[in-house]
């Protein structure tokens, strides 16, 4: 690294734990303001730049000479532990890893599963999915209900089951792992265990898949390639583990928070349930203000670049901070008013450029129904523990809430 941390915030370690689900940790305003291409220290001490304004952050991520190849040695790796790029080094790196026509190819393999036409086709099985998850929470007996347990992941664990063909009965397996995989707190041994354990499972199935073909995006992608002659199991592990792990956890997290940020401003929530037409905005907002994914947009110059006036140099790490990059007052006026009727939907919470959200209309429709379902068939919902007390996850690379008791 040629330039040491920046002066503007010293000691401070990156990324910064949120102290409160509705606002951004300071430090990230802070930097903003007086420096939004900084240099900070992560989590076990590497040296990375953080950036931290909307337009520099949309110039890194729309650039190609950042590259995406989480193994290279001074890629940001806020886990602060080098076994993680080494397990990587041998294996078919997901298509978020991935650069230039390798990416393109990967992509491209997939995005007809994604299509507006597709997902609109959906809709209808994501409805009865959603209601009958809020039926058994109407018909359970017990109260209060935790929402996380009840519909926030088994929703998303459905749906991306479905489209996958991954038998939902072993959610359990593979909800655990994921969780494992991303809480900050857990040992490297847990994650790369828990990494390890769900390639293990998708690999058992997709070998399955191979004598049994389902009507399934997974063996879909078998038959391509072997119609291509070009069988790569090993990347197709990466790739099914690459949508389980995205399809699930992310949408899971923004259904606890977004009903949660609902709860906690009823003067909002009521611009939805009294028009539902109004939700599709209303979800654009939640995804700003909440702007989950805290690491994932990550880079590594691959020449120097200059960004915002600052040189970062070959080979130096970039993180992108999507939360501080969607509250910047420049591009969204008092971003920390969740206003459900401001136009949003220029957000950084799906990324931006080449590696945009493969699955982001799936999770505009996922989260559009419960959000109409759930008000609209419980409109007496509340939060049975004052907000203080909800354990969000402050110490896990993609924000959320391990709980949310809910009451009627
Ligand atoms: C609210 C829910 C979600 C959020 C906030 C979210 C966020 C993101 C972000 C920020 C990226 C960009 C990573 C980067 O630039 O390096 C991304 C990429 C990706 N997401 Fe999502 N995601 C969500 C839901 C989903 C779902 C439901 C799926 C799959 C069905 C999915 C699949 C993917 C894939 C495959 C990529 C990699 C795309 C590429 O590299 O070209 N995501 N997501």
Known sequence: M???VSSELPGQEFPVARGCPFAEPDAYARLRERKPVSKVRLRGGQQTWWVSGYAEARAVLADRRFSSDRRKDNYPNPNGDPRFRERFRHQPPPMVSLDGAEHTAARRALTGEFTMKRLAALRPRIERIVDGFVDAMLASDSRPVDLVQALSLPVPSLVICELLGVPYRDH???QSRTAAMIRRTASAEERLRAFDELRGYLADLLARKESEPG???LSRQLARQR???????????STATGLLVA????TANMISLGVAGLLEHPEQLVSITSDPARTPRAVEELLRY???VETATSRIATEDVEIAGVTIRADEGVIVSGLSADWDPAVFENPGALDLGREARHHIAFGYGPHQCLGQNLARIELQTVFDTLFRRIPGLRLAEPVDDIPFKANASVYGAYALPVTW
């Open 172 to 174: 359990g397996h593979f």
């Open 215 to 217: 009507d399934d995006l």
């Open 2 to 4: 040629t330039e040491t």
């Open 247 to 250: 399809g699930h956890e992310t």
């Open 227 to 237: 119609e291509k002659g070009a069988l790569d199991r090993e990347s197709l592990v």
């Open 290 to 292: 909440f702007s989950i």
